[in-house]
């Protein structure tokens, strides 16, 4: 349950709390609005879920503590470019978001298919409801964290001379 918690915490805070903070200038981007960053994110991020969750009869992973990790350094990479801007190009960020939304649908989907694999039949049921728990958990602490982590990253912004998050 804590991969899921753990994974589930990291990736709807950098949907909720980071990626609307993730703007670049307009003319060095493929968009005309500013607006039109966080549903693009939003799009490519749930295409790697998707991929992710079919993939479970070609790939599984079995330590699910090793992407949980990887999407909470996700988490902070993403976080240190919303303050510092260090990325040179929105198609970088494009490639990370693609890759949160592979772990976050392994994570899912191998945490269930190992709970069908190992779990007694008797038990499988009520294994899958508490776990079931994790996921809607680290959604909900990750909006109330991301509610006030996006206000506080796009202050943080303005105060630095980029104003982009204001102008959606």
């Known amino acids: 349950m804590l991969p899921l918690l753990l994974v589930y915490v990291a990736e709807y805070t950098i949907n909720q ?6 703007l ?16 693009t ?19 599984r992973v079995h330590h699910l503590y090793i992407p949980s990790f990887l999407q909470i350094l996700n988490l902070i990479l993403l976080t240190l470019q919303a303050l510092f801007n260090f990325i040179p190009n929105v ?8 890759w949160e939304g592979l772990l976050g649908g392994l994570v899912y ?8 694999e190992h779990v007694p ?6 294994s899958l409801g508490a776990t079931s728990v994790s996921d809607s958990g680290g959604i909900c602490l990750a909006g109330l964290f991301g509610m006030v982590f996006e206000v506080w990253l796009c202050e943080w ?5 980029r104003d982009y998050c204001r102008k959606i």
Do not use: C, K, M
């Open 157 to 161: 912004q303005v105060r630095h001379g």
């Open 109 to 116: 989907v191998s945490t269930f298919a190992e709970i069908t």
């Open 17 to 22: 709390g980071v990626a609307p903070t993730l």
């Open 121 to 126: 039949v008797e038990d499988r049921e009520f």
């Open 41 to 59: 994110y939003n799009a490519i991020y749930q295409v790697g879920v998707f991929i992710s969750r079919s993939s479970t009869p070609f790939f």
């Open 91 to 98: 198609y970088i960020i494009f490639a990370i978001i693609f």
């Open 24 to 39: 670049f200038p307009l003319p060095s981007s493929p968009f005309s609005q500013y607006r039109a960053f966080y549903p």
